[in-house]
Structures are given as C-alpha cells and as structure tokens.
C-alpha cells in the first residue's frame, strides 16, 4: 500500500462487538490499543492497564475479525526491564490473543533493543515515536512533540533507527504536520499518522473518539464522524422510563404456554399435597 501511495485505515478496538463493526467497515489495520485503560477500563490514563487486561481484550477483538491486520500494544511495565521480558510479552499476544503483530512505545536505545529482540524471536514489531503516551509525564505530558529543531531531529533519528531494526511500520503521533512532510522521505516503512497531518502512508483514531463515545475533552487532532454517545443515553432512557411506567413488557414480548399446561400447573400447586410442598 505504501508503494502504490494507497492510503491505509488504522482504527482501534476493544472487544467483539467493535472488532465486528471495524472489520465490516473494512478497515485495513486493528490496535488494540492501550486506550481501552481509559476507554473501556475507566482507568485515568494508559500506564494503569495490565497485561493480563491487554491480553483479555486482544483475545476478543481477535475472534471479531477476520481480514485486517491486527496489532496488540505493549502495555506500560510489560516489556522495559530486559529483551527477555519484552519477547515474552510479545510472544504471549502472538500464542494467546491470535495478534498478528505487536507494538511499542518509544524510540529510544532502550526500545530499539526491545524491538529489535523481538523481531529476532520472529514477531513483527510496530514502532512509535513522537507523543508516547506511557511516558507522556517524562516529556511535559500530553502535548505536541517536535516543536523545535531538536526535537524534530531527534524524532527522525528515532524512526530511523526502529526502521534500521526491522520494525515493519510506525506510528507518527502529535507531531507537527510541517514536520512530518520533512520526515517521511527518510523513512522506508508505512507511517501511520494520529495528529501528524496528511502527509503520512495512512492514518489511525480511536474507535470511541471517531463515534463519539468518549469523555472529557478531544484532543486537536480528534474528528468525530459520529455522534452515539447521545442516542444510547436516549435509548436506555427510553427503556428506564417505560419500566418505570409499566409499560415494557407489552404481550408481544411474552412468552406463552398451552392452556391445558397452565391448567395442569395450577393443579400441581393446589393440589391436596401443596400445602406439604
């Protein structure tokens, strides 16, 4: 796709209902993203999700699609501490969630390391580089990287290097779009971008910012293409109300029963033993 410049569709999911909706909207690449600590988990932000956690959510998108590309993200703690620990991780989303690929953080030595010890264990690995939210507080928090020279280089010596490893492709996240059109002639793997402008192979939103399920305030970048968030309350609201008001079930909704069977119950239950029973 990055060779004949067709752009590729990056979304993220959580469980089987989102992995179905995705892969019938025909998506080309799935994340199971470490979002879901905050999107599904309720956790205040993405370093507090476990492995265990990632790994029940990877099994459940995977048994929902059938045609993308399916990435599982390394989450925070799971894959630092040694080569060993990160091709364990990695190879535990491979066996058990059925992943095609893993992805993480960073582009330091620390994560080229990491990477490239995986990709020797034979597991593709998806690099990231610019906005890593796992270390966000390391680098002033959640906000645009790259701004200066510096650290635009820095950015571009990080992609390389992930590339010079094997990584097989990378996510460009919160980066200046100027910056990122300097960039991508120097990297020879697909970029997909989230708040890097038009300039990368393909772009990537999470499932719930894009339909408008998420809390709190949007990031810049976020467009949303759908507006749920609102229907659902209506529909619950709807269903709260009309319990309230005794008015669901209606007769449509019921089961029934042969007379002669509710005849032969109330036998049963009045019968000269009843009282015993």
């Given at each position: 796709m990055k060779r004949?410049?067709?752009?590729?569709v990056m979304v993220t999911a959580y469980d089987h209902p989102s992995a179905r909706i995705v892969e019938e909207a025909g998506v080309d690449v799935v994340l199971v993203g470490d979002s879901g600590a905050m999107t599904v988990l309720g956790y205040p932000s993405t370093v507090e999700v476990g492995l265990e956690e990632m790994?029940?959510?990877?099994?459940?998108v995977r048994r929902g699609l059938s045609r993308p590309l399916l990435?599982?993200?390394?989450?925070?703690?799971?894959?630092?501490?040694?080569?060993?620990?990160?091709?364990?991780?990695?190879?535990?989303?491979?066996?058990e969630a059925g992943c095609d690929a893993v992805k993480l953080e960073g582009g330091g030595p620390n994560s080229q390391r990491r990477a490239e010890a995986m990709i020797?264990?034979?597991?593709?690995?998806?690099?990231?580089?610019?906005?890593t939210p796992q270390t966000a507080a390391a680098r002033g928090g959640l906000r645009a990287q790259g701004r200066t020279a510096e650290a635009a280089e820095r950015i571009g010596r990080e992609a390389q290097a992930l590339t010079a490893v094997g990584c097989f492709a990378l996510i460009f996240e919160a980066i200046?779009?100027?910056?990122?059109?300097?960039l991508m002639p120097m990297i020879e793997i697909p970029v997909i971008g989230i708040g890097a402008g038009g300039a990368t192979d393909g772009q990537v939103l999470v499932f719930h910012d894009l339909l408008g399920l998420g809390e709190g305030p949007r990031a810049r970048f976020v467009k949303?293409?759908?507006?749920?968030?609102?229907?659902?309350v209506d529909g619950v609201g709807s269903f709260a109300r009309e319990v309230r008001e005794r008015g669901y079930p209606q007769h449509h909704h019921e089961y029934g029963i042969a007379p002669t069977e509710l005849t032969a119950l109330q036998q049963r239950l009045n019968g000269p033993d009843a009282a015993d029973r």
């Amino acid at each position: 796709m990055k060779r004949t410049g067709e752009a590729i569709v990056m979304v993220t999911a959580y469980d089987h209902p989102s992995a179905r909706i995705v892969e019938e909207a025909g998506v080309d690449v799935v994340l199971v993203g470490d979002s879901g600590a905050m999107t599904v988990l309720g956790y205040p932000s993405t370093v507090e999700v476990g492995l265990e956690e990632m790994l029940m959510m990877a099994k459940a998108v995977r048994r929902g699609l059938s045609r993308p590309l399916l990435v599982g993200d390394l989450p925070f703690g799971s894959y630092e501490v040694s080569n060993e620990q990160a091709v364990s991780t990695a190879i535990r989303f491979i066996k058990e969630a059925g992943c095609d690929a893993v992805k993480l953080e960073g582009g330091g030595p620390n994560s080229q390391r990491r990477a490239e010890a995986m990709i020797n264990a034979g597991i593709p690995v998806m690099g990231h580089v610019g906005l890593t939210p796992q270390t966000a507080a390391a680098r002033g928090g959640l906000r645009a990287q790259g701004r200066t020279a510096e650290a635009a280089e820095r950015i571009g010596r990080e992609a390389q290097a992930l590339t010079a490893v094997g990584c097989f492709a990378l996510i460009f996240e919160a980066i200046p779009a100027a910056v990122t059109a300097i960039l991508m002639p120097m990297i020879e793997i697909p970029v997909i971008g989230i708040g890097a402008g038009g300039a990368t192979d393909g772009q990537v939103l999470v499932f719930h910012d894009l339909l408008g399920l998420g809390e709190g305030p949007r990031a810049r970048f976020v467009k949303q293409y759908a507006d749920l968030h609102s229907p659902m309350v209506d529909g619950v609201g709807s269903f709260a109300r009309e319990v309230r008001e005794r008015g669901y079930p209606q007769h449509h909704h019921e089961y029934g029963i042969a007379p002669t069977e509710l005849t032969a119950l109330q036998q049963r239950l009045n019968g000269p033993d009843a009282a015993d029973r």
